[in-house]
T-cell receptor
Framework: EDQVTQSPEALRLQEGESSSLNCSYT??????LFWYRQDPGKGPEFLFT???AGEEKEKERLKATLTKKESFLHITAPKPEDSATYLCAVQGYSSASKIIFGSGTRLSIRP | EAQVTQNPRYLITVTGKKLTVTCSQNMNHEYMSWYRQDPGLGLRQIYY???????DKGDVPEGYKVSRKEKRNFPLILESPSPNQTSLYFC????????????FGPGTRLTVL
């Protein structure tokens, strides 16, 4: 059964303090691993897709990396506007077009 | 403006009273999906649709029905709602070849008493 576990559940950082969020996954044949950002009261917003181990994607202060068992979302010198819940999701070849989300990491950046 | 719309945004109802939450997208997307979001459980996929008249179960389909008669619309039907279906519901859409890049609606907060 496909599974996604995110850690930590919540993370509070000072502005400028870099850190990483973890997404561990179990899937029969990874079709893609996705990162989304969700602001309070809104729907998730797409950030990145990673397809194979070793792949990396960057966008502003965010960098996503992928291994065969987990993905990391690295946040470099974060700003208060980076505060949000970050969601990880996977799609496997064996589960057709089903998408499995993790429960998310709630990130708070203090000025 | 490219968007996914959901109606209603908020709904309070009673056990057993049939309801429909509508979802519409204006991007000509083939893939549409319904999720529910509960604290500590994250987003869970209820049903998805690859195109008109093609639907399939997600992880938590029990108690829900969907239909896809038109490409732009994907309504979620609760024929006999129960309190355990109280949740925040999101509709999403994407191109079939880019299911990673889903566009989400604003959400529908449903309370079943």
């Amino acid at each position: 059964e496909d599974q996604v576990t995110q850690s930590p559940e919540a993370l509070r950082l000072q502005e400028g303090e870099s850190s990483s969020l973890n997404c561990s996954y179990t899937v029969s044949g990874l079709r893609g691993l996705f990162w989304y950002r969700q602001d309070p009261g809104k729907g998730p917003e797409f950030l990145f897709t990673l397809y194979s181990a070793g792949e990396e994607k960057e966008k502003e202060r965010l960098k996503a990396t992928l291994t065969k068992k987990e993905s990391f979302l690295h946040i470099t010198a974060p700003k208060p506007e980076d505060s949000a819940t970050y969601l990880c999701a996977v799609q496997g070849y064996s589960s057709a077009s089903k998408i499995i989300f993790g429960s998310g990491t709630r990130l708070s950046i203090r000025p | 403006e490219a968007q996914v719309t959901q109606n209603p945004r908020y709904l309070i109802t009673v056990t057993g009273k049939k309801l429909t939450v509508t979802c519409s997208q204006n991007m000509n997307h083939e893939y549409m999906s319904w999720y529910r979001q509960d604290p500590g459980l994250g987003l869970r996929q209820i049903y998805y649709s690859m195109n008109v008249e093609v639907t399939d179960k997600g992880d938590v389909p029990e108690g829900y029905k969907v239909s896809r008669k038109e490409k732009r619309n994907f309504p979620l039907i609760l024929e006999s709602p129960s309190p355990n279906q109280t949740s925040l519901y999101f509709c999403a859409s994407s191109l079939a070849k880019r299911q990673d890049t889903q566009y989400f609606g604003p959400g529908t907060r449903l309370t079943v008493l």
